[in-house]
């Protein structure tokens, strides 16, 4: 089994449903093993900060999908979930994203697929939840922790966990 970490959002609907609908629909595939779940965060957006605010969490999981299988395994949950992918708007509003972060110390880059995530080094709302589920990990390209590309983030947009009040 490979241990792969994932990232979950939503900002459309009921974004705690649909966050918990896409964990509990991966924890039936029997080729997935969920070993961690982080807190949820409600974060601010970011790329394109004119659209409601996100929750986010952070997975470790043990699986035997092949990288490209897990792809299509988590697009085909989006699918279910309600996520609509519209070519020219990055980005955007949607009820449910689901991210490959890392796949063991795999790097990936393929027309469909970039391992680690080309951007996780960069969203705060990626990395503090990382914090919680392995703050130890080492990035396989960057070779700096979890904890460590945290400490780097120079501008990084508001996370705060998931039911506190938002000083907005």
């Known amino acids: 089994m490979s241990r792969v970490f994932l990232s979950i959002g939503s900002n459309l609907g009921d974004r705690l449903s649909n966050i918990q609908q896409a964990v509990a629909t991966l924890s039936m595939s029997d080729k997935i093993k969920i070993v961690k779940t982080s807190s949820f965060y409600e974060t601010e957006p970011w790329g394109n900060k004119n659209q409601e605010w996100f929750i986010n969490a952070a997975l470790a999981i043990d699986t035997d999908y092949s990288p490209q299988e897990l792809l299509q395994y988590c697009q085909n949950i989006e699918v279910q979930l309600g996520r609509i992918r519209k070519e020219n708007e990055k980005w955007s509003q949607r009820a449910i994203d689901i991210d490959i972060l890392m796949y063991d110390d795999l790097v990936i880059s393929s027309?469909?697929?970039?391992?680690?995530?080309?951007?996780?080094h960069l969203r705060a709302f990626v990395l503090v939840p990382m914090l919680e589920v392995k703050s130890d990990l080492v990035h396989p390209v960057f070779k700096k922790t979890i904890s460590e590309l945290y400490?780097?983030?120079?501008?990084p947009e508001d996370v705060y966990l998931y039911g506190t009040v938002l000083p907005r």
């Open 111 to 120: 027309k469909n697929l970039i391992v680690p995530h080309p951007f996780m």
């Open 151 to 155: 400490d780097e983030l120079s501008n």
